[in-house]
């Protein structure tokens, strides 16, 4: 049986795959002699590498944390022996959301830039307009059920993305 190091290892690499096909399929389109319907794949295509980026970037950091516990037992972990890292669920509106835990990097000054209730990471949750973050991150949060997620989601705060519009040309 593998073990849950060389499992994460391999859904990084998953990820990763996933994130270099989205952004060759992107980065071939031609934008400026692309219709409205192409764009629309673009952008979809787009949404598909964030989702592989931030799966990435949460199991390699998850990876990392567990290599730096020195020792310390997977029981003792506060996110238990699930090797869940990643949800998918559909809320009352039929809007799919992609949950994943976020731990930010142990550099003081990364933690520095973060409000205080997202210094120890937080739970987002993505669908393809809106992002929004709940902290701290729910203990075996990859146990809960859809339902519990789904409420979680309701109640999390929306997170401002960045803005997709290049600078003014006026």
Not at 40 to 60: F, G, P, T
Not at 74 to 95: K, L
Not at 136 to 162: G, H, K, M, N, S
């Amino acid at each position: 049986m593998p073990s849950r190091k060389s499992s994460e290892r391999v859904l990084v690499e998953r990820a990763q795959k996933r994130l270099a096909d989205a952004l060759d399929e992107a980065c071939n389109g031609n934008a400026s002699e692309a219709d409205t319907g192409e764009l629309i794949k673009i952008e979809e295509v787009l949404a598909i590498a964030n989702d592989a980026a931030k799966e990435a970037i949460s199991l390699r950091r998850r990876i990392r944390r567990d290599e730096d516990r020195d020792g310390a037992t997977e029981e003792s972990s506060t996110q238990g022996p699930s090797t869940a890292i990643h949800r998918v669920f559909d809320d009352q509106h039929g809007v799919r959301w992609n949950a994943f835990a976020v731990y930010p990097t142990q550099t003081a000054k990364a933690k520095s830039t973060l409000p205080e209730q997202y210094r120890s990471g937080w739970l987002s949750f993505n669908s393809s307009t809106e992002t929004r973050r709940i902290a701290p991150i729910p203990e075996r949060w990859t146990d809960l059920t859809d339902d519990t997620l789904r409420q979680l989601c309701e109640t999390a705060e929306v997170a401002r993305r960045p803005s997709r519009e290049g600078p003014s040309t006026t």
